[in-house]
């Protein structure tokens, strides 16, 4: 058995989820190409990896999901058109969206889980670590967060998760880690709950979509029965793994919004809209004179 590597060189993105959140939009359009202002969802995971160092990217999705693989393929005769047109600003945009990174596909035959949807990417992976994204997690930092979970790893050295402090109404919808910290933002993990309710919940740091994970998580996967709904849960496999190297989280610093649900998404088109300086300015007039139009 080889040893495996400790440098952290590929992302993996889940992307074959069926959406059911966001329906109808999605029921013929992958949720992962639903626009957050001028582009995909999924682009800003892609975006994030490539910013950390990260530029080799597995993307797991389902064979009904072309349209995902088309966004980030060169596309000639667009290409031809927009330099015909001299259109050189969106020229130079598609091209760079296809540079982003060097993406290769594979296919969960059917959703059974976010763990099974990571196993899924084994073969591809290889015997070295990795930064997982759960796309729907769109996240906003000045050092992306995916780079922090990375040099969080290069200190610590175990699969590190990236939490946040969550409402307590809101815990139910999150693995919940219970913890001791180790440095400012960093919480060796010591136990791991799934979905709790409010009372049971050990701590009110809940686990978001980044992780970076040893190549050990494949087996400990490989390992975990299915749950709720026949599902393979991957903090049900982060448990078993804990049991066996240490398990880090990482309070990162950054504004997440869950794009994989209409309220997540409409505040992060607005909040992320406002930022922007070819836009921004007038939106924001344009949402004052709304909110005095109402009054």
């Known amino acids: 058995m080889t040893t495996p590597a400790r440098e952290v060189h590929k992302a993996v993105v889940l992307a074959a989820g069926l959406g059911t959140r966001l329906l109808p939009a999605t029921k013929a359009q992958p949720k992962e190409m639903l626009s957050l202002i001028d582009k995909p969802i999924i682009q800003?995971?892609?975006?994030?990896?490539?910013?950390?160092?990260?530029?080799?990217?597995?993307?797991?999705?389902?064979?009904?999901?072309?349209?995902?693989?088309?966004?980030?393929?060169?596309?000639p005769k667009l290409e031809?058109?927009?330099?015909?047109?001299?259109?050189?600003?969106?020229?130079?945009?598609?091209?760079r969206i296809s540079e982003l990174a060097d993406i290769a596909y594979v296919h969960q035959k059917e959703q059974r889980g976010v763990g099974d949807a990571v196993l899924t990417a084994r073969d591809a992976v290889g015997n070295e670590p990795f930064v997982l994204f759960l796309p729907d997690d769109v996240i906003i930092a000045e050092v992306p967060v995916a780079r922090q979970l990375m040099d969080v790893f290069g200190r610590y050295g175990g699969s590190v998760l990236a939490v946040e402090r969550v409402p307590s109404a809101q815990l139910e919808s999150?693995?919940?880690?219970?913890?001791?910290?180790?440095?400012?933002?960093?919480?060796?993990?010591?136990?791991?709950?799934?979905?709790?309710?409010?009372?049971?919940?050990?701590?009110?740091?809940?686990?978001v979509g980044r992780y970076v994970l040893t190549p050990e998580i494949f087996d400990a996967i490989a390992e975990t029965p299915p749950g709720k709904d026949g599902e393979i849960q991957l903090t049900d496999a982060l448990a078993l793994l804990l049991a066996r190297q240490p398990v880090f989280a990482c309070q990162f610093q950054g504004n997440r919004y869950d794009t994989g649900q209409t309220l997540g998404l409409l505040k992060a088109s607005v909040e992320l809209a406002l930022r922007r300086p070819d836009i921004g300015p007038a939106f924001r007039q344009y949402l004052r004179d709304l909110a005095l139009g109402g009054e």
């Open 44 to 75: 800003y995971a892609v975006e994030e990896a490539a910013a950390s160092g990260l530029h080799q990217v597995i993307m797991v999705t389902s064979l009904a999901k072309r349209a995902v693989k088309s966004h980030f393929d060169r596309s």
């Open 80 to 95: 031809r058109a927009l330099r015909e047109k001299g259109d050189t600003v969106h020229l130079a945009e598609v091209q």
């Open 174 to 207: 999150y693995g919940v880690v219970d913890g001791e910290p180790v440095a400012q933002g960093v919480i060796r993990v010591q136990g791991l709950v799934e979905k709790p309710q409010p009372q049971e919940a050990p701590s009110d740091l809940g686990i």
